[in-house]
């Protein structure tokens, strides 16, 4: 874990305000919540702006606390700009990837930074692939693993719509951390070219499926 980094508690910082003054007003919430009838108007700030609102306390701590654990395995080998264009960019890819799939369902809503902290996660996965993970917070599982395995239930819980969770911007999130991760971080195809190859499975098997209809 280590020390809080300065930008890992800027963002924290924002992700508590934001999502406070939502908690406490509704309108606020209303207007900057991920609604696709909303951006279909126009109100596309609404892609990033979702990113920082959440439902509700347990909502905003434990995405925040994901965060913490895996900010600084990214910051230590992107650095802090890198750090914050994996963020950004996985909660803008997360947010476009739900747009794709719900764009024409006029009462899709989400909000969370989920898929800004699914990037993060996985480019921790990607830079540092022998982490362990604690599944649960007690089974120890290879992070490799837990990634190829998650992002595979990720596309189940799109087929099926399971619950009331963004599985998309999930999805999109931690593609775009693999991607900036790649572009940021070529080393890693020498290094870690097997967990590349690995961890790209699952979004290929996306790929194929929504070309065929099934997703």
Do not use: C
Not at 4 to 33: A, H, P
């Amino acid at each position: 874990m280590g020390e809080l980094n300065l930008v890992t508690l800027i963002i924290i910082g924002l992700n508590v305000l934001v999502s406070f003054k939502g908690f406490n007003d509704e309108s606020f919430f209303q207007k900057y919540k991920f609604n696709i009838a909303d951006i279909n108007r126009g109100a596309k700030y609404q892609i990033v702006t979702s990113g920082f609102l959440h439902v509700n306390t347990t909502h905003l701590l434990v995405n925040m606390l994901t965060l913490y654990f895996f900010a600084n395995s990214v910051i230590f080998f992107l650095g802090t700009l890198g750090f914050v264009l994996v963020y950004l960019a996985s909660l803008v890819l997360g947010n476009l990837l739900s747009y794709f799939f719900h764009k024409k369902d006029i009462h899709y809503t989400a909000v969370g930074a989920s898929g800004a902290v699914m990037g993060v996660l996985y480019s921790a996965i990607l830079l540092r692939p022998d982490m362990m993970l604690g599944l649960f917070f007690i089974i120890p599982i290879p992070a490799y693993i837990f990634g190829i395995g998650y992002l595979f239930y990720t596309i189940y819980g799109m087929k099926r719509q399971l619950g009331n969770i963004g599985h998309d911007a999930h999805f999109g999130g931690a593609v775009g951390g693999y991607l900036l991760t790649l572009l940021l971080a070529s080393w890693v195809f020498e290094e870690h070219l097997l967990m590349v190859i690995l961890l790209a499975l699952p979004i290929l098997v996306l790929f194929v499926l929504q070309k065929l209809g099934k997703i």
